[in-house]
């Protein structure tokens, strides 16, 4: 191969690797973007929580099945070992003080996320605020193994089968 065929075979290689990288830029940024990861412009919010499993940082929070914000942080108090879940929430979307807060999943295998169910208060939670009625997450598979605990605990058992009907002293033959 002589010396200007192998600068032409280098520099298309480093072209083509150039363009794979600008593509996979552009696709970083692309998801980036479209999924929401970014910073989240708002207000932030609080919740209290005995259980937060399946939430992370960047959960959605979510009004009517709408994303109004993610989750921006979680922090456990070692006082009381409660979960504080901090969310940030768009600027236009207000928070009545009385609104309540339910962690649940999209469908039987979805992803958690925080539902906000809000209240008829005319007031509205200040940046920083925390809702106050909150139930945490619920173990799906530790229901799901009370139920076929309970279920399966008389299928094998076989009804003893009624002797004859007791008979009052007194009141026989």
Same mark, same amino acid.
Do not use: C, W
């Given at each position: 191969?002589?010396?200007?065929?192998?600068?032409?075979?280098?520099?298309?290689?480093?072209? +083509?690797?150039?363009? =794979?990288? =600008?593509?996979?830029?552009?696709?970083?940024?692309?998801?980036?973007?479209?999924?929401?990861?970014?910073?989240?412009?708002?207000?932030?919010?609080?919740?209290?929580?005995?259980?937060?499993?399946?939430?992370?940082?960047? @959960?959605?929070?979510?009004?009517?099945?709408?994303?109004?914000?993610?989750?921006?942080?979680?922090?456990?108090?070692?006082?009381?070992?409660?979960?504080?879940?901090?969310?940030?929430?768009?600027?236009?979307?207000?928070?009545?003080?009385?609104?309540?807060?339910? =962690? @649940?999943?999209? %469908?039987?295998? %979805?992803?958690?996320?925080?539902?906000?169910? #809000?209240?008829?208060?005319?007031?509205?939670?200040? #940046?920083?605020?925390? +809702?106050?009625?909150?139930?945490?997450?619920?173990?799906?598979?530790?229901?799901?193994?009370?139920?076929?605990?309970? %279920? %399966?605990?008389?299928?094998?058992?076989?009804?003893?089968?009624?002797?004859?009907?007791?008979? #009052?002293?007194?009141?026989?033959?």
């Amino acid at each position: 191969m002589s010396a200007a065929a192998a600068i032409k075979s280098n520099a298309a290689e480093a072209l +083509i690797g150039a363009i =794979v990288v =600008v593509v996979a830029v552009l696709f970083l940024a692309f998801a980036y973007m479209r999924t929401g990861s970014g910073s989240l412009s708002g207000y932030q919010i609080n919740v209290r929580l005995a259980k937060a499993d399946g939430l992370a940082i960047g @959960t959605d929070v979510r009004i009517s099945g709408i994303k109004v914000g993610s989750v921006s942080d979680l922090s456990l108090d070692p006082n009381n070992y409660l979960v504080t879940v901090h969310m940030s929430i768009r600027d236009d979307i207000k928070i009545p003080t009385d609104s309540s807060v339910l =962690v @649940t999943s999209a %469908g039987l295998l %979805g992803s958690q996320y925080l539902s906000i169910t #809000p209240g008829g208060d005319d007031t509205m939670l200040p #940046p920083g605020g925390t +809702i106050a009625n909150a139930q945490g997450s619920v173990d799906i598979m530790n229901l799901v193994g009370r139920f076929m605990g309970e %279920g %399966g605990a008389n299928k094998g058992s076989q009804p003893k089968p009624a002797g004859p009907p007791a008979i #009052p002293p007194g009141d026989g033959p």
